[in-house]
């Protein structure tokens, strides 16, 4: 039975990757942060008590910044592959907190790199590094492909930057199967609730429920690569099985703005939606409802969304669009999940939600709103 260490269990990737590899007959330790409340939801699906004697599922508690803890879990599970989801996946965080986003996103990659050389397992343990198109900042060539050059536009891209050149280089130094999947963005209904996406969705959802009036957006104008987190996550997979560690652009070869997400979502909740005005005061006013079911909160003429400064960035990443052409001729790779198709699960999943929250606060009971 093989052994794969996933770094990031609790997050949207490491939930699907988890119950993929879970479904190909593997072990499956994942690595879990200490928090003062429970932060397993995602896999709370495919849990298994430690108590069980067949357990395939296995939580060790443990941090990217902990070398000690890291190497201590690698020589206890022996993996067979190591993914490193685990990280401060957030750009604009990335700002606020920017040495501890290198420290877990830049040296956190590296202190696994060591832990697998320090213990002699360079020839056993194969490794992911989640790289992204992030590293490709201030674009410098359309679309982007893995010879595209780099301009990192964050503290979050820098560090990543550093993850992806250490991985390499521990490839070439040491003939460790070291790859970077070099992924677009990519979401779903577990996709955290403060990245654009979701934010849109659970908004609309939130909006036409009639928990929260209107939804604060930052630049409406960037553009994404959007794909869906299941075709990536398969992805990472495939990248360990090949003969040769080779370093992959994953994307859909498809771009849209936060603006037609808007849109595409509002749709999705049973509205149909106009935007006006420019930069920060644009906004988006309710033309007509189409589902009174999905949206009884709503009338014609409200607002549902308006700009807010503060969601904008200290540098801007504008525009990304992935050519996943070698994944294609490589490896067979296509995303089978279209940006409409994803929108549609994330509203269907996100109404469900607010469905739920707007009858519990009916009841007398508070829910938690705010997506920030
Ligand atoms: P999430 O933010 O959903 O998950 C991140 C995971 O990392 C969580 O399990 C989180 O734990 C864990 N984590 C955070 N800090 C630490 C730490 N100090 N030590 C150990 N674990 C930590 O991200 P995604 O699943 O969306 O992304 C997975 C990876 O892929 C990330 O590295 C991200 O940067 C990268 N990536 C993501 C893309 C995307 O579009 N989703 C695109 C390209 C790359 P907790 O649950 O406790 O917070
Ligand atoms: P990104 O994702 O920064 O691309 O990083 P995010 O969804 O946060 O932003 C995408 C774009 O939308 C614009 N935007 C807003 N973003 C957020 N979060 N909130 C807002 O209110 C808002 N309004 C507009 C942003 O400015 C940006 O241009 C994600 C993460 O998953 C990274 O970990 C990953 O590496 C990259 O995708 C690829």
């Known amino acids: 039975m093989k052994k794969a260490l996933i770094t990031g269990v609790t997050g949207q990737d490491g939930s699907y990757l988890a119950e993929l590899l879970l479904e190909k007959g593997y072990e499956v330790h994942g690595i879990k942060r200490r928090a003062s409340s429970f932060n397993t939801q995602r896999v709370d699906h495919i849990y298994q008590s ?3 004697k067949d357990a395939r599922f296995k939580l060790h508690y443990g941090d990217l910044t902990d070398t000690s803890n890291l190497t201590r879990i690698m020589q206890e599970v022996q993996p067979d592959e190591v993914y490193n989801l685990g990280a401060q996946s957030h750009v604009a965080v990335s700002f606020e907190s920017p040495e501890y986003t290198a420290d877990v996103d830049g040296l956190g990659t590296l202190r ?11 020839e056993k343990t194969r490794f992911y590094q989640a790289s992204t198109s992030e590293l490709f900042g201030l674009v410098q060539e359309i679309p982007q492909k893995e010879t595209t050059p780099f301009y990192p ?31 677009f963005n990519h979401e779903s209904p577990r996709r955290g609730e403060t990245f654009v996406t ?24 960037a553009l994404r690569d959007w794909g869906h987190a299941k075709d990536y996550v398969r992805m990472q997979w495939m990248m360990l099985q090949q ?15 936060v603006r037609e997400f808007v849109r595409m979502s509002a749709e999705q909740a049973g509205m149909e939606v106009e935007f006006s005005g420019e930069g920060v005061d644009e906004i988006a006013t309710v033309t007509k409802i189409t589902d009174s079911e999905k949206a009884p909160a709503i009338s014609v003429g409200d607002i549902i969304v308006k700009v807010d400064p503060r969601y904008f960035r200290p540098a801007e990443v504008e525009t990304l669009l992935g050519d996943p052409a070698k994944a294609k001729e490589k490896l067979g790779w296509e995303c089978e999940i279209t940006v409409e198709e994803m929108c549609a699960e994330m509203v269907v999943s996100d109404l469900d939600i607010a469905r739920r929250h707007a009858l519990l606060k009916q009841h007398g009971h508070s829910v938690h709103v705010a997506a920030e």
């Open 243 to 257: 003969e040769v560690a080779e370093d992959f652009v994953i994307a859909t070869g498809k771009q849209i703005t």
């Open 198 to 221: 979701r934010k849109i969705t659970r908004g609309m959802a939130n909006i036409a429920q009639g928990l929260e009036p209107c939804l604060y957006l930052g630049n409406m104008d």
């Open 153 to 183: 536009r964050s503290p979050y891209a820098a560090a990543k930057m550093y993850a992806y050149w250490i991985t390499v280089n521990y490839r070439e130094s040491y003939g460790m199967y070291a790859c970077n999947g070099i992924l």
């Open 112 to 122: 696994l790199l060591e832990a697998i050389r320090f213990l002699g397992l360079e």
């Open 50 to 52: 430690p108590h069980a």
